[in-house]
């Protein structure tokens, strides 16, 4: 347990980290409910909070990424893409220019600093919310269908799907008694998967916030933020949209006509990509359960998941597929 790198990011670490980008903690830390990176909220010495210039506030957020998972010009293109949304007047949270630089490194960690913005998760059951929100999902995909990504990856039924699955298999993830029924049902899932992606055409891929759902969508008085593209891709439009819709299909239906009222009056909708909303779903229901097999080294994993990897989650993992199977071969929702 004690062997994992984020082992070695106790408080003095952090506090060094930041000194070194020219940030001096006064030594209260506060740590953010973050997994797959480590996040702190630091309060910050002489800090000046009328500056608008990259100079830290009274609070800062550092974020300090795994290691391993992204290369440094992955992160970069990250930041370059949260910087240029941002420069549009676009509410995404971007790192700030430390020294001149976005991305950082000490003690063997990469790490970004954020000013802190507050907020709470927006009520997606209000239509005039969901608007809103459509409206800068709609600005944030016409700047990223202005050009692609060139190192970030691309969410396909490969990366997501077919690269998850053979990775829980591989390393015996799945419960003996269980394994039959799981790996039949996952392949019907993306066969499903593929049926859809045929329906749909050749859908373009832009550009992506990636992980567009409401804990990342920050709600104020003057309305919704977005942080943490930390899983930024190119993929379809629907990726930032289909996680805002929930429950039965006409409550989908009315959800997602609200939001693409607003998305559309800054970026053109191709309504085939509407025969991908369970197909993503899917996806990211196996990429989900092979994410938490990944990381279960990480002591913050069991602790935080202490569900997963029993009987009973592969059990309503198989009842979930079987759902979705069903659910994909149905009509696309619509009309809208």
Same mark, same amino acid.
């Given at each position: 347990?004690?062997?994992?790198?984020?082992?070695?990011?106790?408080?003095?670490?952090?506090?060094?980290?930041?000194?070194?980008?020219?940030?001096?903690?006064?030594?209260?830390?506060?740590?953010?409910?973050?997994?797959?990176?480590?996040?702190?909220?630091?309060?910050?010495?002489?800090?000046?909070?009328?500056?608008?210039?990259?100079?830290?506030?009274? &609070?800062?957020?550092?974020?300090?990424?795994?290691?391993?998972?992204?290369?440094?010009?992955?992160?970069?293109? !990250?930041?370059?893409?949260?910087?240029?949304?941002?420069?549009?007047?676009?509410?995404?949270?971007?790192?700030?220019?430390?020294?001149?630089?976005?991305?950082?490194?000490?003690?063997?960690?990469?790490?970004?600093?954020?000013?802190?913005?507050?907020?709470?998760?927006?009520?997606?059951?209000?239509?005039?919310?969901?608007?809103?929100?459509?409206?800068?999902? *709609?600005?944030?995909?016409?700047?990223?269908?202005?050009?692609?990504?060139?190192?970030?990856?691309?969410?396909?039924?490969?990366?997501?799907?077919?690269?998850?699955?053979?990775?829980?298999?591989?390393? *015996?993830? &799945?419960?003996?008694?269980?394994?039959?029924?799981?790996?039949?049902?996952?392949?019907?899932?993306?066969?499903?998967?593929?049926?859809?992606?045929?329906?749909? *055409?050749?859908?373009?891929? &832009?550009?992506?916030?990636?992980?567009?759902?409401?804990?990342?969508?920050?709600w104020t008085?003057?309305?919704?933020?977005?942080?943490?593209?930390?899983?930024?891709?190119?993929?379809?439009?629907?990726?930032?949209?289909?996680?805002l819709i929930?429950?039965?299909?006409?409550?989908?239906?009315?959800?997602?006509?609200?939001?693409?009222?607003?998305?559309?009056?800054?970026? !053109?909708?191709?309504?085939?990509e509407l025969?991908?909303?369970?197909?993503?779903?899917?996806?990211?229901? &196996?990429?989900?359960?092979?994410?938490?097999?990944?990381?279960?080294?990480?002591?913050?994993?069991?602790?935080?998941?202490?569900?997963?990897?029993?009987?009973?989650?592969?059990?309503?993992?198989?009842?979930?597929?079987?759902?979705?199977?069903?659910?994909?071969?149905?009509?696309?929702?619509?009309?809208?």
């Open positions: 347990m004690s062997g994992h790198p984020y082992s070695k990011l106790t408080p003095d670490a952090v506090l060094d980290a930041l000194e070194s980008a020219g940030v001096r903690g006064d030594g209260r830390l506060l740590g953010l409910n973050s997994y797959e990176n480590r996040v702190y909220q630091v309060y910050v010495e002489d800090a000046d909070p009328a500056t608008g210039d990259g100079a830290p506030s009274p &609070i800062v957020v550092a974020k300090f990424y795994r290691p391993a998972r992204w290369t440094d010009a992955q992160i970069l293109e !990250e930041h370059a893409f949260a910087l240029e949304l941002a420069e549009r007047e676009i509410p995404v949270v971007a790192p700030l220019l430390l020294g001149g630089k976005t991305l950082h490194e000490s003690g063997g960690f990469r790490f970004a600093v954020y000013p802190r913005r507050g907020g709470r998760m927006p009520e997606l059951d209000n239509p005039d919310t969901l608007e809103w929100i459509g409206r800068f999902i *709609g600005r944030i995909h016409a700047v990223g269908g202005m050009k692609p990504f060139v190192d970030r990856p691309t969410l396909d039924i490969a990366s997501f799907g077919v690269e998850s699955r053979d990775w829980l298999l591989e390393h *015996g993830a &799945i419960p003996g008694d269980l394994l039959a029924a799981w790996k039949s049902v996952v392949d019907l899932a993306l066969d499903g998967v593929r049926r859809c992606y045929d329906r749909a *055409g050749e859908v373009r891929a &832009i550009r992506l916030h990636g992980d567009c759902h409401s804990g990342n969508i920050l008085d003057a309305g919704p933020h977005f942080v943490d593209l930390d899983d930024a891709r190119m993929g379809p439009a629907m990726q930032d949209l289909w996680m929930s429950g039965d299909r006409a409550a989908m239906t009315r959800a997602l006509s609200d939001a693409l009222a607003g998305y559309e009056d800054f970026c !053109e909708f191709d309504r085939r025969a991908l909303v369970e197909a993503l779903r899917t996806l990211r229901l &196996i990429h989900y359960s092979a994410w938490l097999a990944r990381r279960w080294d990480d002591p913050a994993f069991p602790a935080a998941f202490p569900w997963f990897n029993t009987q009973r989650y592969w059990q309503d993992r198989i009842l979930e597929l079987r759902e979705q199977v069903a659910l994909m071969d149905e009509p696309p929702l619509g009309p809208l």
